[in-house]
């Protein structure tokens, strides 16, 4: 019994002592006087998507680090990131972002469409800029103030479909395309896109799945496309159920037969890991940045912070995506410090939001992002930054180019009525 | 061991009310005081943790009533509470009405939909009657996330900020006295749901339903009360959620903040009204102390595995449900109470 | 018709995958009346742990999975010396909950060893898929259609013959009468729990194979809950009938209901399945009615 009571003790006292010094505990922070540039970013580092997130979140903070350390910051100014992980849900990265614009953050990043799905409306409402890494249609259209790093999930869809129709088909009539996307804004993307321009580019789309992301099964669901004969799939997913579904194609014998095509949520190193180089040989993907190892500038610096500090991490798209989100990142604030001063942005507030996206975000024009991505830049009316993207084939598991930089074009899909309902 | 020596009742009324002694009255009326003006000194982000605290409060009082006074094993609740948030969602967002009709529909719609997934009741319980709401709260969630042309689906909802009259409760701090009035009625209406014949024919249920039966009680209406009451409360926590967050997503609804609610409830002490108020600050504060200070602190000071932030979350609470109902199955509710009585009768307390 | 034959293979060999987690359930509620809710999560970290041995470690197949198989035994060991045996003749609201506080635990566990969340195991099935018919089916699954009917022949058996499950059937009925009569009930505990957790590991092996080691292992482990319901909770003939059952329900009902109504029907199948058990026949098909007297 007395050992009991001591537990029990000794628990209530601990809780005692956490509750009263939780105010003093807040107050330590950042030491007062020093001149930052706070950014916030949030990553779905474990969770349902961790095998994107994890990555993701490793390489903005690697590459600010280096922005930090290197370079001296900001024209001298230190970025000083508040970064949470959300573990993919919507309801914490909604907290998150209260707590980003609380902290007097000048701006705040995103790497999933999902979780940027979640906050645009508090964002939006409060006037508080912010960046999507993976960017869906619904984000960024109608355009308020939410801006996307690279292209979306629908122009990934009508880049493949483009590239389809000139390279890979060569029947006669409509080619018949199957979809299975996934349960949010990465698979609604391509399939806004395909409501949008399917007609006319001549393809027909017979079958339209859907699947959860942690989805043990899609024998029944490829069933049923089986047979309807389709004469490609385009899945718009991230890697694990891409792998499944793959993997279930391959089974029933639909795979290797009709071409495969994935979102750029899909097609990263993690994929081949998950399903097996022998099984996704062949399959076609589209990508907005630079491959590993590809000789762009900005290519050494990344390889050299990934090998020292996350080793695990090599090889995976995901790891330059969101490098590129950082340096981006740093470039709007860069350009926002040179039109407004630091004491603008220093109070953190709504005026330092406007600032930063009148003065920085929409003041971008042609920054290369070192050659990891398409040069972006803002022109009025679309939100997206980065423009271009390429279409990839996996091949003895690698993820290998097949064309050049394609600049997808602006689709107003907030002129169609079925958009957003 | 309930009050101090020397009280004196003359009447009825007095007997039967629940703050009995000047020092009860004083003490309420203190606390009354520290809350309402606790926007005065509590930043924005304490603000919004009260908010939070407040509309779990509400919802784990609901659970409380199910659970604690009727015994009706309900792992199903975070799903009655998103049955509350999207119906005021969309009748906020898609219908535009006013802010009190989606509230009091929310508590309306959840308590019905309760009702309907507690007639099983009737006719089973215990593990049976678990898995039943476990099913429930997975058809609910399934139903929200594919009746898209209602509830927007997998997408989400946005849902406008709540408004009486002409006024919008934008700011932090007018939420939260929203949110702590709407709380302290609920609180309590469940105090004194106890001490009514409803009340006592819930807790005749829950220690032994068959003698209930036999003694004259109507378990079928009683047991569906039971839903209905606790349902409704959990439907009036998820408006003001609705609210409170700006976006609903069927994804917030998981079966691990149900668990999360039935472990709140047994650390503060079930069947006890103030049981449900010690487990959800308490599990709450845990969780904001340990997201925002702990780990962040921890990290730049010592190198965490990668998952540290994360995966101690659900370490700590899985831990703590299970060391509680290992050594303290009464909960912190009974901690409290024993405090209350060595603090009267000392220096005899032993 | 041809999709008629899928669904069906698919379906029969699924719900032997449930039907295998629903026999780890069944034996623990047989042997001790506990109802043992964090089933999803101790197939997780089975099979998280299969991939730590295997992957992480690098260890051969030969040595890696006695390895899984100790760490299983180990792990009902602890759960039941540690968890279980305080809250003995507790009513069974704790005993239920202590499960689940149990696997909530096991998730953070999992998230702070493994925070990717998603990973595969080495393939352990050759990736060739039998045909039968114009259908097809991959060899994990007939594997774990095998393994499931080994299984639950070797625990019917034992049940009925072996002294020792006869005991455990004996301190499900009434432990007290069990212990006048001098079996240790605890450890009749201890060992029902240890076979459940090895049981709770095949069926993560198998099903990582499968679909690779996702929390939707978990989920899993809840259908496998509909399997349990329909069965009966007592009877291992129940989970090895009921398991196809629902397996076919899903993918029948998921494969032709699906383009008239919404995708994704086939998730919820298994729980509309478990409301309508409630209200007609809540012990299911195999399970014993108890009588309850005051």
Known sequence: MKSRRLLIVAGVLSLALVVATLPFVSACGPEAGEKTLKIGITTPSTGKAAEKGSPMGHANLDCIKYINEELGGVNGYPIEVVWLDNAYDAAKVVTNVKRFMDEGCLMFATASSAMMTASMEIANRAEFPGLACFNAPILHRPPQHIYGQMTDYGDDWSAFANYYMENIWKGTGKPKMAMHLLNNSTGYGALDASKAAADKL???????????????????????????????????????????????????????????????????????????????????????????????????????????????????????????????????????????????????????????????????????????????????????????????????????????????????????????? | MDLPAGIRNFSYATDMAIFRTKTHWALLLALLVILFTAPLYWGNYWLGVANLIGITIIAATGLNILLGYCGQLSIGHAGFIAVGAYTAAVLTNRLELPFLVGLISAGVAAGLIGLIFGIPSVRVKGFYLAITTIAAQFIIIWVINHWSSVTGGFTGISVPLASIGGFVFKSEASQFYLIITITIICIFFAKNLVRTRVGRAFIAIRDNDLAAEVMGINLFRYKLLAFFIGCFLAGIAGSLLAHWIGFMNAEQFSLTESILYIGMIIIGGLGTTIGPILGVVFIRLLQQVLTVQVVPFLESTVALPAGFASGVTPMLFGLAIVLFLVLEPRGLAHRWMLFKSAYRLWPFSY | ??????????????????????????????????????????????????????????????????????????????????????????????????????????????????????????????????????????????????????????????????????????????????????????????????????????????????????????ETGLKAFSVVILGGLNSFLGAIVAGPLIGLAENLGGGYLTPLTWPGVREVIPFIIIIIVMFLKPYGLFGEVRIERI
């Open chain 1, 202 to 421: 001549g393809i027909e789309i017979i079958a339209i799945e859907e699947h959860t992301a942690t989805t043990t099964s899609e024998m029944e669901s490829l069933t049923r496309i089986k047979a309807l004969n389709p004469d490609v799939l385009y899945i718009s997913s991230t890697p694990a159920p891409t792998a499944l579904i793959i993997k279930n194609a391959y089974e029933l014998g639909m795979y290797p037969g009709i071409p495969i095509g994935l979102g750029h949520a899909g097609i990263t190193k993690a994929l081949v890991d998950i399903a097996g180089a022998d099984i996704v040989e062949g399959v076609y993907g589209v990508f907005p940045t630079a491959n590993w190892g590809d000789d762009v500038p900005g290519m050494a610096k990344l390889i050299e912070y990934c090998l020292e500090l996350h080793p695990k991490d090599e090889g995976n798209a995901d790891y330059i995506t969101s490098w590129a989100q950082s340096l981006i990142l740093a470039e709007i604030l860069r350009v926002a410090l040179e039109n407004v001063g630091y004491d603008v942005l220093a109070k953190g507030d709504v005026e330092s939001w406007r600032a930063v996206e009148t003065q920085g975000i929409q003041k971008l024009d042609g920054y290369d992002v070192e050659g990891l991505e398409s040069p972006v830049s803002y022109t009025p009316g679309d939100n997206r930054l980065g423009k271009s993207l390429r279409v990839f084939q996996i091949q003895n598991g690698e993820i290998v180019p097949m064309t050049d930089w394609i600049e997808a074009p602006l689709v107003k899909y907030e002129e169609f009525e079925w958009f957003g309902k």
């Open chain 3, 1 to 218: 018709m041809d999709e008629l034959l899928q669904f069906v293979i698919t379906g029969i060999t699924v719900g032997m995958v449930y039907a295998l987690i629903a026999l780890g359930f069944v034996l623990v509620w047989k042997s001790s009346g506990v109802a043992n809710l964090a089933l999803g999560q101790l197939v997780l970290i089975s099979a998280w742990f299969t991939y730590g041995m295997l992957v992480q470690a690098g260890l051969p197949l030969w040595l890696g999975f006695p390895l899984v198989v100790l760490f299983a035994l180990a792990l009902g060991w602890i759960i039941e010396r540690f968890v279980l045996r305080p809250l003995i003749a507790q009513p069974i609201l704790s005993l239920i909950t202590v499960t689940l506080g149990l696997g909530y635990f096991i998730e953070g566990v999992v998230t702070f060893i493994w925070p990717w969340s998603v990973d595969a195991l080495p393939r352990l099935f050759p990736r060739e898929p039998l045909h039968i018919g114009t259908a097809v089916v991959s060899q994990e699954y007939l594997w774990a259609a095998a393994i499931s009917l080994v299984l639950f022949g070797l625990l019917s058996l034992y049940f009925k013959y072996n002294k020792m499950g006869i005991a455990m059937r004996a301190t499900a009925d009434d432990q007290m009468a069990v212990q006048a009569c001098g079996i240790p009930v605890t450890k009749i505990f201890s060992r029902s729990w240890m076979f459940a957790c090895v049981l709770a590991a095949v069926g993560g092996i198998l099903m990582s194979s499968i679909g690779g080691i996702t929390f939707g292992l978990v």
